[in-house]
């Protein structure tokens, strides 16, 4: 079978080295813990607590609604203080609804959690279900419901598992040390994953720039049936599209899932979380999270009950050498700036950066001199800079027709432009631009369906009414008729 | 509030004034071998294209109310003069050195809208201008072996650079080699009899014994600055390539079918400015395609044109021209080859859905 390259892409610097030596560390609990409710993709968990009521560790706070959503348990156990607006980690700053925590360092265990003792037995159905109200979402940073995932794909019927233990962007060590210090538990729980989408075979691909975690998950895989792979460092490796293509040689077709082509992508740290719902009763209440950046005093990684502001996990675990340049919550590519450090982790938090002014990019943006660099960089084969040039002329529709839709937004074009152009700012910008249009054309034709049918309903009782009168008259004819007629 | 900054954050070392600080550092050594070969006028000349052209650039721009220092700064305007000064007869006059600038920075490449908008290469288009609109003395070539005799001094170097044709001192112009075929093929001369006569051997053009331009007569140190710019991964390897089997090619070809009637591919690699254009100036991003079967189409054409207008035009040397007649084609190349879309089919379709169940 050939194997196939992965086109373009880009080196960026590691600077894996600040924190991929340090082990894991349990964080203690910060004095408030603020959840909220939207920390996954769809629609945001209704709460189910009222302020002031006792809650247990590992008890649901606020359970999923709708098709695509995730509930939220209690990291710890404590009492609810409110339900309020709080400080998203989200580059508006815009507050969302989230519950406060305040704990009461009792860390009393909800006691209906109790873990499965043969979980390879259950039906794989049941297996989603439980993955599903365990809260668990893509720890990768995209926080797509698992159990939403993991049933299309039963369902769909997929061949190939693919663990991603790719960890391409930046500083982020997380899933390393995970998989140097828990390879068991990945393993496990990919083992579980396997079984709820009854997938053929499991893969497992790794970077090569990380060796050890690349020789305990090996060690942990040997006689599982699981395949260890070590892919090539480069940016975006850790992309759904570029790993499937590089493990498996599918290319997955434009506008189809994964699932559709067989195959099945999760996260290593993800399928850790899946090994703990279902062996240790243990539902999604704390992640890993890499602390780094050069304006830290210490990095490291550090598991983190969800909820911790992210002030209280700096000032705990490092303080700062310097006045950060720049806030970031996920890796320095496709990670997001923060408003401040009131915010805190969430199911998506990979990594919280402080970079200093040398680490990000402070130029103005220059003309663009058609070098193509972007070309060569795009793993997804587009033209970035048309697309941005069509853009800037408010073109969206032409952007649209270079290939928009296809952008995974991963950054590769904005890293390596000579000119500093902000690429990925102008298509999300595009992106979000031809979305609200279409919203609008949606509500345009409604509008438009509303008043056809009104003015049908309008000709319709006009002619009931026409016809009703009618009818009177012939009645009311009639009448004078045999009124006359005996006579 | 501030304006939330999107990714990516980190950000490559790549920078245009980096990138041009490359180019200008890969064209050094062959211009110091040409102020050796060629005197102090040479030196003159290409200081005089430096000069002007940043005044033109500083001019244009506050013209445009564009930022002055920056755009200096960038190092483009810098590169433009460079190649032009590099494309110009060593000795030629000031005034051609500052008209050509204003030609290439005023005309070709500002009026078009500036750094990264101009459809033609600045130093070419110039080029082909001077050419045409003063025929004289863009083809008074001076000949390295009589300089190398008695090489001018300060003083008459700044007289030939000033004074024009009139204070050239006798027996130091030469016809380029380009020019001696072309007429002597005219006269029906074999092209073998014409290049011993000449005492023509392929190892002069690599080291630049020839007349010729400023910058092109060195061969071998132009193929050496354009190694270094492929080893930085300033330019890319498709549009030199292709410029050169577009020239080498045909010429092989026709030259093995008539050999006394049409030169060889090697003698035409050497000649003329085909290296020069090859890495230096068919490879300026501005005015190439963006893709790399892209690029080396147009390296392509560019080779074949040349060696087309080289072999049957009117004038002796082509890679100006046909550079200018390949920057216009851009658009059209780069409309039709596009990189294909990861998951969908050259056409654009998203491709058929495979089940996965391989092997």
Request: with cysteine; net charge positive.
């Amino acid at each position: 079978m050939f194997s196939p390259r992965l086109r373009g892409g880009v080196h960026p610097p590691g600077h894996k080295e600040l924190s991929n030596a340090s082990p894991i560390r349990r964080f203690p609990l910060a004095e408030r813990l603020y959840l909220p409710l939207q920390q996954h993709l769809g629609a945001p968990a209704t709460p189910i607590v009222k302020v002031g009521e006792r809650v247990r560790k590992g008890q649901l706070v606020a359970s999923s609604q709708g098709t695509v959503s995730a509930p939220v348990h209690a990291p710890t156990s404590g009492v609810v203080r409110a339900l309020a607006e709080h400080t998203a980690p989200h580059p508006s700053g815009l507050p969302v609804l989230a519950i406060t925590l305040e704990p009461d360092g009792r860390e009393e265990w909800d006691p209906s959690l109790a873990p499965v003792s043969d979980p390879l037995a259950l039906p794989p159905e049941e297996l989603c279900l439980r993955v599903g109200s365990a809260g668990i979402v893509g720890l990768g940073g995209a926080t797509f419901p698992a159990a939403v995932k993991l049933g299309s794909s039963l369902k769909r019927g997929v061949d190939t598992l693919i663990l991603n233990g790719g960890e391409c962007e930046p500083y982020l060590t997380c899933d390393d040390r995970l998989m140097q210090e828990e390879p068991e538990s990945i393993i496990r729980g990919a083992l579980l994953m396997q079984h709820a989408v009854q997938a053929r075979r499991v893969i497992v691909g790794i970077e090569d720039n990380k060796p050890h975690a690349l020789a305990a998950i090996r060690k942990a895989a040997e006689g599982q049936g699981v395949e260890v792979r070590s892919v090539p460092s480069r940016y975006p490796m850790g992309s759904q599209k570029q790993l499937v293509q590089l493990l498996t040689g599918i290319e997955l077709p434009a506008m189809s899932r994964a699932a559709d082509s067989g195959v099945l992508m999760h996260n290593v740290a993800t399928a850790r979380a899946v090994y703990q719902a279902l062996c240790q009763g243990r539902p999604l209440i704390s992640r890993v999270v890499t602390l780094s950046g050069q304006a830290l005093t210490h990095q490291g990684n550090w598991e983190v009950p969800l909820g911790t502001p992210a002030s209280y996990l700096i000032n705990y675990a490092s303080g700062f050498d310097c006045a950060p340049a720049r806030l970031i919550m996920g890796g320095p590519m496709m990670g997001i700036q923060l408003p401040d450090l009131n915010v805190p982790v969430i199911k998506g938090t990979s990594g919280i950066l402080a970079l200093t002014r040398k680490e990000i990019n402070t130029d103005e943006p220059g003309p663009c001199v058609r070098c193509a660099g972007c070309v060569r960089a795009c793993p997804m084969g587009l033209q970035p800079l048309e697309m941005a040039a069509n853009i800037r002329n408010g073109d969206f529709e032409k952007a649209r027709s270079l290939g928009l839709d296809d952008c995974v937004g991963c950054g590769a074009c904005s890293y390596i432009c000579p000119a500093s152009l902000p690429l990925v700012h102008l298509f999300n910008y595009a992106k979000g631009e031809l979305a609200s249009r279409q919203r609008e054309a949606r509500k345009m034709e409604k509008t438009r369906a509303l008043a056809q049918r009104r003015e049908e309903r309008l000709v319709r009782q006009a002619r009931e009414r026409e016809e009703l009168m009618a009818a009177r008259r012939a009645a009311a004819a009639r009448k004078a008729a045999g009124e006359e007629g005996p006579s | 509030m501030n304006q939330p900054i999107h990714g990516p954050h980190a950000h490559s070392s790549a920078q245009l004034g980096a990138l041009m600080l490359q180019v200008m550092l890969a064209l050094a050594p062959a211009t110091l071998y040409s102020f050796w070969l060629y005197g102090w006028p040479a030196f003159n000349l290409w200081l005089l294209c430096l000069v002007s052209a940043l005044f033109w650039e500083a001019l244009f721009l506050a013209l445009f109310h564009k930022p002055v220092g920056a755009h200096l700064k960038d190092g483009s305007a810098t590169v433009t003069a460079w190649i032009m000064a590099l494309c110009l007869p060593p000795w030629a006059p000031w005034w051609l050195a500052v008209v050509g600038t204003f030609l290439a920075i005023a005309i070709i490449k500002q009026i078009f809208g500036g750094l990264g908008q101009n459809v033609f290469n600045p130093a070419m288009a110039a080029r082909v201008m001077l050419l045409i609109a003063f025929p004289v003395e863009m083809t008074t070539w001076i000949a390295p072996e009589a300089v190398a005799i008695s090489p001018p001094d300060i003083t008459s170097g700044l007289a030939i650079t000033f004074q024009g044709l009139s204070a050239l001192p006798d027996g130091y112009s030469g016809a380029t080699l380009l020019d001696a075929v072309k007429n002597q093929s005219a006269q029906g001369d074999p092209v073998s009899a014409t290049l011993s006569h000449l005492d023509y051997r392929p190892t002069d053009a690599i080291i630049g014994l020839r007349g010729g331009s400023l910058g092109e007569s060195t061969s071998a140190l132009l193929l050496l600055g354009g190694l270094y710019l492929l080893w930085r991964r300033v330019i890319t390897w498709q549009a030199p390539l292709g410029l050169l089997l577009g020239a080498a090619v045909p010429a092989a070809g026709l030259s093995l079918a008539a050999p006394e009637s049409y030169p060889g591919g090697v003698f035409h690699l050497l000649a003329g400015g085909l290296m020069l254009a090859a890495f230096f100036i068919v490879t300026d991003p501005v005015t190439a395609p963006i893709t790399a079967r892209g690029r080396f189409v147009f390296g392509l054409g560019c080779g074949l044109l040349t060696w087309l207008i080289r072999t049957f035009g009117n004038y002796p040397e082509g890679v100006a021209f046909a550079v200018m007649l390949m920057n216009s084609t851009v658009p059209l190349i780069d409309r039709y080859i596009k990189p294909r879309i990861y998951g969908r089919t050259r056409k654009g379709d998203p491709l058929p859905i495979t089940e996965g169940r391989t092997s």
